[in-house]
């Protein structure tokens, strides 16, 4: 059960431009496992949203179903919160998008809420272009029942019981590209510098922003083995190289250093590298990206950082001219076109 | 014995053939006459090449219902030949195209053949082929106005207006009409004993079908967000809607759009969106038909439990699965009052003629917010997709939105606490707060698992009792605010009652008005909404028997009202229609009677 967090706080936290403390961006006492992925993520969002001086209230959070989906309750307290249906998220941000184009949408979803029961919905909010920031917390397995595999676990992962996945795991970063998300980024839950950045980007990027984080699920999937396996590389992680964020105004740009991989021992023989971003590939051609993606799952090695980013985007809205006035607040004036149209229409059906 | 202005004339086309347009014009030049026209149009799942057909039903006295016994035929398909001789009255007439010759076996000796090789006259007067085939259809057009006495210059006057702007194409048209014209007069004797004859009885009436009035409803009701999935018989609302709002609804200065549309991928997304749209404070809606409604569920679930405004239309169509999906049926009576799994209940609408859906729908706006709950509009196919002659739309001049308990930012600011569910009239509707109202105030969240008053998550059971019993005194505030059911003038007394909903109404007011003829007098209760208001009960409990008339098998209103008003089962006398044509006033004579007449003890 959610409690509620002491209310004292130090008086002279310091505030950001917007005058608000780090706390005022928490939420409530997460209910996940200690030491869960997620609860870093939803910090790596708290600090993210903090440092971006966003405005809470400005913020919509939304979500499905699933040990992700609680998490927004356990940031942004003052912002509004939807949990919505299992696999849902995306069509219920889309319709709140459209109704008020002035808000951040931040939507967080898990691997089974995404690729699984709501693969649809997330392909199409891809095709849309829906201006959000879509943060899927991947550990490759249902943890809310109890563990059983879910569509991002790769071929050959082995589950705390011992058993093998036979299936093919879906890239969701290399299928959002194909589909035309217009922000794609990949990151680890332990690699906090990495990963505020990242997010800061999506959230600055007009357009849908994919956020495929992976989270280590302690209790289910944490076991040798398994390739959403982390304990381990959480340390390695600290090693990797900063990744910087530049406010949108300009232009985002990453920093990365050269081909640096993490390689992971794992307890059956295969290897996992966490591999950053090499300026060899471009972050703007879709092709080269998906090639490094090919290249990378290859060789077992997982890339993190920004894959992939198009400065032309062109969000739903803009696709579907809409005013510029968010729809919600338009007035009797602007949608009753009145009773001399009316009369003009029953005239013509007559 | 001639009649005026009472017969029934059906044509049989092939699907594809641009036989609609021609068919229509013969009702409106009918409707023009002032004369009551109803017009039914029966066709198959099929884009091009299966029979297809449309019934023109012309009723001095207004009956708008569909009628069984067809007096006159019309068919150039060959491929139901068979079936459409079948289905003419004894004595009636059937006209058909004569270029090929008719099976000496169809002929029937009980009725008129009326040969008119339409073919060899389109051949023989246009040499474009595509023409040839198009204007076949004018040219029986012009043969039943000369059968039938309709006025060529009302028909000039409806080509004048169709082809504004493409004058060109008036001329072959009066050409084609008076080849088909010329030819009856030179080969038959006309006027049938059935003809028309000008009236003023439609007076300023309308003629639309139900899917574009409900549309202009919703631009009307300021719906600014519509999501939604093609499945017939909805999707010509959507496409209505947009038709209107891109002719009243683009921002006078800028150009832009003051509505967005979004062709969903299925239709739980459509519905995820409306919910989406209405979270964030706009008028959202969509719109299906019974086999959306099933994948909508679960959402109704959320909506109905996070009491979040949505208005949706269900268009229905035959079911079970994808049933009929051309044929029309009051089906989803049973699975929209109470969507989705756990103890849920929704609020519903019955219109019956398109007037009905032109306010029902504007109005379902102002339900859904003054309620925070889905309120779903029960169309289905026959008032949906054909045109019926109905009352010119209105609308109050002051008209504004009704939206129900939101706060504003100053609200907030006023106020020392708040609660998204706290009731705190008695009526059982909290206060609500749109995203991005307030600063710091506000701010809640949203969730389809158990909650308490503040919306924070709970699985105490004191609270969740608390909140679920106070949604449903929601309902009860509901029937206060949703249309009230309305009745037949009740002059004479009478031991029997009738219930008949949405597009039962027609057949129904016929079929009391043929027995109060015979001297058995039946008073008649149309309901509009759902939950049943205390007055629905009160009328079934003045009469020994109520006939409740749907169309559909299981007689699902009646096990409704059974379950929501406790009435005793065998009061209620189920009359049903539900092989997927209009209900027909002879259907409903035939079930009363029968009830009627057979002692029951």
């Keep these: 059960m959610s409690y509620i967090k002491p209310k004292f706080a130090h008086p002279r936290l310091p505030k950001n431009e917007v005058g608000y403390t780090k706390k005022y961006y928490e939420g409530v006492i997460s209910t996940l496992c200690a030491g869960c992925g997620h609860d870093s993520i939803s910090a790596a969002i708290v600090e993210a949203c903090f440092e971006l001086n966003v405005e809470p209230h400005r913020v919509a959070k939304l979500s499905g179903i699933g040990c992700s989906s609680k998490t927004p309750a356990y940031y942004l307290s003052n912002s509004h919160g939807f949990n919505s249906v299992h696999g849902r998220m995306p069509s219920v941000a889309t319709g709140a998008n459209l109704a008020n184009r002035s808000l951040i949408y931040l939507g967080v979803s898990g691997d089974g809420d995404t690729a699984s029961i709501g693969m649809g919905q997330f392909v199409h909010a891809v095709r849309r272009n829906v201006n959000m920031t879509y943060i899927v917390m991947n550990n ?44 794609v980024a990949q990151s680890f839950s332990g690699d906090k510098q990495q990963l505020i950045p990242l997010i800061k980007g999506a959230l600055s990027h007009s357009g849908f922003s994919l956020i495929n984080v992976v989270s280590p699920c302690v209790t289910f999937n944490n076991n040798p083995g398994s390739t959403k396996s982390y304990d381990y590389v959480r340390e390695h992680n600290e090693a990797v190289s900063k990744v910087d964020f530049v406010p949108v105004k300009e232009e985002i740009t990453v920093s990365y250093d050269h081909s640096v991989v993490t390689p992971i021992e794992m307890h059956d023989g295969t290897q996992i590298n966490f591999h950053k971003l090499s300026p060899v590939w471009d972050p703007e051609n879709k092709i080269s990206v998906l090639s490094a993606l090919m290249f990378a799952k290859e060789k077992h090695e997982m890339l993190t950082g920004l894959l992939y980013f198009d400065k032309n985007s062109k969000e739903l809205h803009e696709l579907l001219h809409t005013t510029d ?22 005239e013509s059906m007559r | ?84 001789i079948a289905c003419v009255k004894p004595g009636g007439y059937f006209l058909y195209d004569s270029t090929k010759k008719l099976h000496e076996e169809f002929l029937r000796e009980d009725i008129h053949f009326i040969d008119i090789p339409l073919m060899e006259l389109c051949n023989n007067a246009f040499t474009d082929p595509r023409q040839k085939q198009l204007f076949k259809n004018i040219v029986y057009v012009g043969a039943l106005a000369a059968l039938l006495q309709i006025e060529i210059p009302v028909i000039e006057n409806l080509f004048a207006e169709q082809f504004k702007g493409k004058e060109k194409l008036i001329e072959p048209n009066m050409l084609a009409l008076s080849l088909g ?18 009236r003023n009885l439609t007076k300023d009436k309308i003629m639309i079908d139900g899917n574009a009035a409900a549309a202009l409803g919703a631009v009307y009701g300021g719906a600014t967000v519509v999501s939604w999935y093609p499945i017939t018989p909805s999707t010509s609302l959507v496409s209505s809607f947009e038709k209107y709002a891109t002719r009243m609804r683009i921002d006078p200065v800028t150009g832009k759009n003051n509505f967005a549309i979004v062709q969903a991928e299925d239709e739980l997304a459509a519905i995820g969106m409306a919910i989406g749209a209405n979270w964030n404070g706009a008028r959202a809606f969509t719109a299906t038909s019974g086999a959306g409604i099933s994948l909508m569920n679960e959402f109704l679930g959320l909506a109905f439990y996070a009491e979040i405004p949505l208005v949706l239309v269900d268009v229905q169509r035959g079911g079970p699965s994808t049933g009929m999906p051309t044929r029309t049926q009051q089906s989803d009576l049973l699975t929209c009052a109470y969507a989705s799994h756990g103890d849920t209940k929704h609020v519903l609408l019955f219109p019956s003629t398109p007037t009905e859906c032109f306010d029902m729908m504007a109005d379902a706006f102002d339900y859904a917010e003054m309620l925070q709950t889905p309120v779903i509009m029960m169309s289905d196919l026959d008032l949906g997709m054909n045109d019926h002659v109905t009352d010119p739309f209105s609308r109050d001049e002051k008209q504004t939105f009704r939206r129900g308990k939101v706060l504003t930012a100053e609200d907030l600011e006023n106020r020392k606490t708040w609660g998204r569910y706290l009731d705190e009239e008695g009526d059982g509707i909290p206060y609500r707060t749109i995203p991005g109202t307030h600063p710091t105030k506000g701010s809640y969240f949203t969730r389809g698992s158990s909650h308490d008053e503040f919306a924070r998550y709970s699985e105490d059971s004191d609270t969740y009792k608390r909140v679920v019993d106070r949604i449903a005194k929601k309902f009860e505030t ?29 057949a129904s007011m016929e079929a009391m ?7 058995l007098y039946v008073h008649g209760m149309r309901i509009k909404s759902f939950p049943f208001q205390e007055e629905v009960a009160t009328f079934i409990n003045r009469y020994d028997k109520v006939f409740v008339i749907e169309q559909n098998k299981m007689a699902q209103m009646r096990s409704l009202l059974i379950n929501e008003l406790e009435i005793s089962p065998e009061k209620l006398i189920p009359v049903t229609h539900y092989d997927g044509t209009p209900v027909t006033a002879e259907s409903i004579l035939s079930q009363v009677n029968h009830h009627v007449f057979v002692p029951s003890n």
């Design chain 2, 478 to 506: 509901a029937k206060k605010i949703i249309p009230s059911p309305q009745y037949t003038e009740q002059n004479h007394p009478s031991n029997f009652g009738c219930i008949y909903f949405g597009t039962s109404e027609h």
């Design chain 2, 1 to 84: 014995m001639s009649r005026v202005n009472d017969f029934v004339v059906k044509f049989a086309n092939v699907n594809g053939t641009g036989s609609a347009s021609a068919n229509f014009l013969f009702a409106k030049a009918i409707f023009r006459m002032g004369v009551p026209v109803s017009a039914k149009n029966i066709f198959p799942s099929n884009i091009q090449g299966l029979p297809t057909w449309y019934e023109v039903r012309v009723s001095e006295k207004g009956y708008l219902g569909r009628k069984e016994g067809i007096d006159l035929m019309v068919s150039v398909n060959p491929q139901s030949f068979k079936e459409d």
């Design chain 1, 325 to 346: 006035t968010p729809l919600h607040q338009l007035s009797e004036k602007e949608l009753i076109p009145g009773l001399e149209v009316l009369e003009k229409f029953n």
């Design chain 1, 140 to 183: 490759g397995c249902y943890g809310l029942t109890k563990g059983q595999d879910s569509a991002t676990a790769d071929y050959g992962s082995v589950s705390k019981s011992g058993h093998v996945n036979t299936y093919e795991g879906i890239d969701l970063c290399a299928l959002a590209i194909q589909l035309g998300a217009t922000y």
């Design chain 2, 181 to 198: 014209s010329n030819y009856v007069k030179a080969h038959f004797d006309y006027p049938l004993p059935f003809y028309a004859e000008k």
């Design chain 2, 513 to 519: 008005d043929i027995l109060a003829a015979d001297g």
